[in-house]
Structure formats: C-alpha cells, structure tokens
C-alpha cells in the first residue's frame, strides 16, 4: 500500500467499537428487464455487512452496466441504478478490511480478455494477499486497486486451463485465506466457497430456469427465492442457460465457518449450513442462563444483536425480559465518527435507557460480545445512572483474545480488552456487579458442533 492510499484508511477508517464483516455478495440469472431490480433487492437485505459503499453490474451477454457508489445503498445509487435488461447481474455491499474506503476499491471488478470479461464480488480476506502482489506486479501484472480481491482477478487472467472453470481452478489454488466469490462471465454465474468455508454462500432458485446466489438466505427471501443449498467449502456453483451444477476444486476441503456468523453478523432470520441463526443465538442465551450463578430480578438486551440471546436467556432463566435501552435508529455509524470524542457521543445518542424498567431492578444485561470494552463500559454507566440496583452482564460468546485474519476488521490485539485483562480486571474496568462469558464448550454444544469439527475458533484460542 502507498503512502497516499495509508493516508486514506487513516482519514476515513477508524478503529471500530464492534467487529464488522467484510462485505455482502449476491448475484442472480434471471433473464428479463427486471434483473437489476432484483439485484439491488437482495443487496438491500445484505446491507448489515457492508455500509461503505455499493455496486452492481448487469449484462446482457455482450456487454455490461455497472453502477457503483458510495454510502449505504439509497446513497450508492441515488442517481441511478442500471438499466440495462441483461440475462445476470452481481452486486457487492462493501465494509473494508483490506484497501481504502474509496471509489476505487467499490465492487464488482472486471477484467476483459480474448475469451470474454470476466466480473468478481468478494467476500472476506487473501492472508498472502501481499505476495500474490509483489508475484503478480513482477510478471506484468497491474492494480487499480488497493484490496486483495484484485489480486485474484489477475490470477484468473494469468491462470492456464481448458476453460473458465479450469482458470478458477488453477487461480484459487495459489490463494489463501478466506473467500466467497461471485464470478460473472458472458454466458455463466459462479459462485465459489473456499475450501475451509470461513464466509458463507448459499443458492436458490427463483424460477424454472432462474438462479440467485448470496452470502445469506435472507437475500433470497427479498426475491422470493426458494433455498436451495449452501455452496459447500471447496465448491463452485455454476449457472447458465444449461441450468445449476456443482464442481468441486482444491484438495480436502474442511468445513471451519466462522462462529461470529452465528454469534453477531448474520441476520437472525438467515439460515446457515443448514442452522438457522436465530434459533442458535437463542440456544446460546439459553446456555447463558443455564451457566449464570447469581439471584437478579430482569433481563435486558443491548439491541440489536443481544436480542435474541436475551429471548433465550428468559425463558430458561425464569427472569422476566424487558426493554431497557430503545436504539435510535437514525443515528450514523458510530465507528466511522471523525473524533473519539463524537464516536463516544453517538453511543448515547445511539442507545436510550428506559428509566421504568431500571429503577430498582437488579438487571442481567445481554450482549453479543465484548471487543475493546470502551461501548460497553458506557452502556453499563448509563444502565447505572438510570437506577439500576446491580448490573450483571453476560456475553454470549468466549472472551475475544485474537485479532482474526479471515475477513473481519478486528482491533490489534493489545486493544481486544480479554487478551492484556483477566476476566475480573475487565468487570472493574466495566464496572459491572459480576461479568460471565460464555464458555467455549458451550458455544460448540448450542451451535451444534459439540466437537469443534466444523467451527473457527481463532479469535478466542
């Protein structure tokens, strides 16, 4: 990366208060004039993994309309969307881990050569991104960009093979790290799972003839579109005029999907692998209330993502559940505020307490996870100035002692508060009456892989 491209991720990228997934992919053969309009439908439903900025890519075959913006989808395309009545269409929902937040840097990319363009949406993180680089620029190859999802562009340029299927074969073989793809060509719709299935890809069918892939299932439900399976780890899905087949690559693919999938970035109403993501954020709260040791009296969310988990932790528990913090939903991203000083505002502005369902009250208070501590440390301070009696909290995930590499935009690891403080120097520093985390094993057991055969765990071990 140059100094003006370090200078850019400085001037508009700041330190997150949450974790936030690298981006949303989602794609669709469906001949017809309506394709871009289905397009940006199921970009909208996979707007919650990226914010930064949009893009969609419609062709008819011969040639293709792009459409890219940055902001939140309303914002991205403002001014237009693409009008052209193609056969397929891709679209990307960008939140950057690796490159700038720039226009540049907005997806699909496309390559053209001899046989044909060649369009790409990706999802997740290239761990030798940086010398699949120097490798590329030093046989000829150029980047217009500053992400790693470039780099397997020109892979597929430069990779041999008897067909398109062959080049992504022989290209993803020198990738490493963490991909879900989406590859558009002039008469074929791929959608590629890498070989450890970090990041998840699913397809569907909307109609006789008519195929939709997306990072989540809730995107094809705002198509109305049937699932039909999750792309497995080490697998293309491949859509054309001939209808949808399956093609397997690479050597002993291994299912090791990331858990914050299920703990805090998908939506609930999204089924992964088979397993639906409210049903497991509920389980985990009931395992939450199963391990919690203490007498309390209520049981509160911190919205949105503790939801769910807090649904479960009541049941099991007994203890009533009640509001007590209304999000404003009009308020902008925090983690992207200019100032430490605004970012810290816009929690307050964020969250509200309500007073009624506090006073008095000794209150469990749910929450997904706890990464550098600073937004949780607030929220507690406000639960305790609204007249909270004692203030339990329960995380519905182990303590986070790692950055991840695979496609989330974690903090440095002296920054994650569980990996330079024990679990009782992280409740001072929280203030709260007793701090529980879930435990490892019960994370495995309430996300049904009770032998961690299947799971990524690295953020917490």
């Not at 949780?376 to 009696?389: L, N």
Request: aromatic residues 8%; glycine residues 8%; charged residues 20%.
């Amino acid at each position: 990366m140059t100094t003006a491209d370090s200078e850019a991720v400085s001037s508009v990228h700041y330190l997150p208060h949450r974790w936030r997934e690298e981006c949303g992919v989602f794609g669709l053969w469906a001949p017809g004039p309506q394709i871009a309009d289905l397009c940006y439908l199921g970009l909208f439903a996979l707007q919650h993994r990226g914010q930064e900025s949009a893009g969609i890519a419609v062709t008819n075959g011969l040639h293709v309309d792009e459409v890219k913006g940055m902001g939140l989808m309303t914002e991205a395309f403002r001014e237009r969307r693409p009008t052209l009545a193609g056969q397929a269409a891709i679209g990307h929902v960008r939140y950057s881990t690796q490159g700038a937040s720039v226009y540049a840097n907005i997806q699909p990319f496309f390559a053209y050569a001899p046989g044909g363009f060649i369009g790409l949406c990706h999802n997740g993180t290239l761990t030798n991104a940086d010398q699949l680089r120097r490798e590329l620029e030093a046989a000829g190859a150029l980047f217009r960009t500053t992400t790693d999802s470039e780099a397997i562009l020109n892979l597929l340029a430069l990779s041999n093979g008897q067909g398109v299927l062959d080049h992504i074969a022989t290209a993803l073989n020198r990738v490493e790290g963490a991909y879900s793809l989406i590859l558009l060509t002039p008469n074929q719709l791929i959608g590629v799972r890498d070989p450890k299935g970090f990041r998840p890809l699913c397809v569907g069918q909307l109609k006789p003839g008519q195929f939709v892939l997306a990072s989540e299932s809730c995107a094809l439900d705002a198509v109305k579109a049937e699932l039909i399976r999750d792309v497995n780890p080490g697998e293309m899905a491949i859509i054309s005029h001939k209808g949808l087949s399956f093609r397997t690559f690479g050597s002993k693919p291994r299912r090791s999907a990331c858990v914050f999938e299920y703990i805090y970035f998908a939506r609930p109403d999204s089924e992964l692998d088979g397993q639906s993501v409210w049903q497991a954020r509920f389980r985990l709260g009931q395992q939450l209330a199963r391990e919690f040791k203490r007498q309390a009296d209520v049981v509160i969310p911190v919205p949105d993502t503790g939801i769910t988990a807090a649904l479960g932790f009541s049941q099991t528990s007994g203890l009533p559940y009640v509001e007590g913090l209304i999000k404003n939903r009009y308020v902008g991203r925090s983690f992207i505020m200019p100032q430490q000083i605004t970012r810290e505002t816009a929690v307050e502005m964020k969250l509200n307490p309500v007073r009624a369902n506090l006073q008095g009250q000794r209150v469990v208070l749910i929450d997904d996870s706890i990464v550098r501590g600073t937004t949780s440390a607030k929220i507690i301070s406000m639960v305790r100035k609204a007249g909270a009696k004692e203030v339990h909290m329960c995380v519905s995930s182990p303590p986070i002692t790692q950055p991840c590499y695979y496609g989330i935009d974690t903090s440095i690891r002296k920054e994650l508060i569980a990996a330079v403080k024990t679990i009782e120097e992280i409740k001072e520093c929280l203030g709260v009456d007793s701090l529980h985390y879930l435990t490892k094993q019960g994370l495995l057991d309430q996300i049904q892989d009770p032998n961690n055969s299947h799971s990524c765990l690295a953020c917490f071990d």
